[in-house]
């Protein structure tokens, strides 16, 4: 993730976000991500996979899937399979077999 691997103000939120969501502080991380696109320096791919990541991982499948389509709609291209397969595992876990087919 090139944003976490610059240096400097934007590395710095970024570590933090990933720390934040990590430890389960969703709304403070995605604070933070709102911060990081609003900079103008957009964050990569592993910013957006923390993101999801957490979020499926809380059981919001539809904040895990908002992410997942910001990173495609910000042109960093489509989720990287870390990404989709964590939605899916968290859409399977749900019983959404259906949700869960739509990122294959």
């Not at 502080?25 to 995605?30: G, I, N, P, T, V």
């Not at 923390?50 to 899937?65: I, N, Y």
Request: net charge negative; aromatic share 4%.
């Amino acid at each position: 993730d090139a944003s976490a691997t610059t240096g400097g103000p934007q590395s710095d939120l970024a570590s933090r976000m990933q720390a934040a969501a990590r430890a389960g502080e969703l709304q403070a991380a995605e604070a933070m991500m709102q911060r990081m696109l609003a900079s103008g320096s957009p964050p990569g791919v592993v910013s957006y996979g923390v993101l999801a990541s957490a979020f499926a991982k809380a059981g919001d499948l539809e904040a895990a899937e908002r992410w997942l389509e910001a990173l495609e709609a910000a042109g960093q291209g489509p989720p990287n399979a870390i990404c989709m397969n964590i939605v899916i595992n968290a859409c399977a876990k749900n019983g959404d077999v259906a949700r869960a087919e739509h990122w294959l």
